[in-house]
Structures are given as structure tokens and as C-alpha cells.
Nanobody, 122 residues
Framework: QLQLVESGGGLVQPGGSLRLSCAAS????????IGWFRQAPGKEREGVSC????????YYADSVKGRFTISRDNAKNTVYLQMNSLKPEDTGVYFC???????????????WGQGTQVTVSS
């Protein structure tokens, strides 16, 4: 059974850092593009970052460029999202998702994790 599990969320002060992990089971992650998405209360799910399976190309939303870094460790079957200089507006539930193509559109992804809460507050 194909499964994605996110971890690493929590409460952090503005300016702090967190590293989210997306661990896959039941399939080999390196054959898939992986996207990170977030959803704040009352808002639509939005793309944060994604990484391709073919050449490791990465993409970021303008709001997180220069602060977030996506990476993959195929040996561990895990994708990471390093989040630095966090802001209150980064608060939300963060999801990882897998599919064939690396896009920032959540509707393009078939496989999803359950999400992990990130709260940025003083």
C-alpha cells in the first residue's frame, strides 16, 4: 500500500526553523515528483515547493523563495522541507504529495500524506 507520512511540524517562534520530513512506504519515492503544500484555516491548499524525479529540479512559491529548501534522500525514501526564517503567515497544515510530474498545483497529485501542523507564533 502506497503511503506518505509527514513529520517535523510544531510550534516555533518567528525567525525560527523547522525541518519537515515526508517518508514513503509501499513504493520507491525516487520515481515520483514530490510536492509540499500547506493549508491555513479558511484558505485553499497552496503549493509551497516541489522537486522532480528526473533531474531533481526544484520549484518554490514566491512567498518562500530564499527561506525554504526542498531536498530528497532516495536512500532513505524521504523528502525534506527545510524551513528557515519562519513567519506567522507560514502557519498551516503542511502536506506532502506524490505524482509523476512536478507541479505546484495540488489537483495534479494523486497520493497524499495526512499532514503535519506548523504554527509560527511568539
Amino acid at each position: 500500500q502506497l503511503q506518505l507520512v509527514e513529520s517535523g511540524g510544531g510550534l516555533v517562534q518567528p525567525g525560527g526553523s523547522l525541518r519537515l520530513s515526508c517518508a514513503a512506504s509501499g513504493f520507491t519515492l525516487d520515481y515520483y515528483a514530490i510536492g509540499w503544500f500547506r493549508q491555513a484555516p479558511g484558505k485553499e491548499r497552496e503549493g509551497v515547493s516541489c522537486i522532480s524525479s528526473s533531474d531533481g529540479s526544484t520549484y518554490y512559491a514566491d512567498s518562500v523563495k530564499g527561506r525554504f529548501t526542498i531536498s530528497r534522500d532516495n536512500a532513505k525514501n524521504t523528502v525534506y522541507l527545510q524551513m528557515n526564517s519562519l513567519k506567522p503567515e507560514d502557519t498551516g497544515v503542511y502536506f506532502c504529495a506524490a505524482d509523476w510530474g512536478a507541479t505546484m498545483n495540488p489537483y495534479d497529485y494523486e497520493y497524499w500524506g495526512q499532514g503535519t501542523q506548523v504554527t509560527v507564533s511568539s
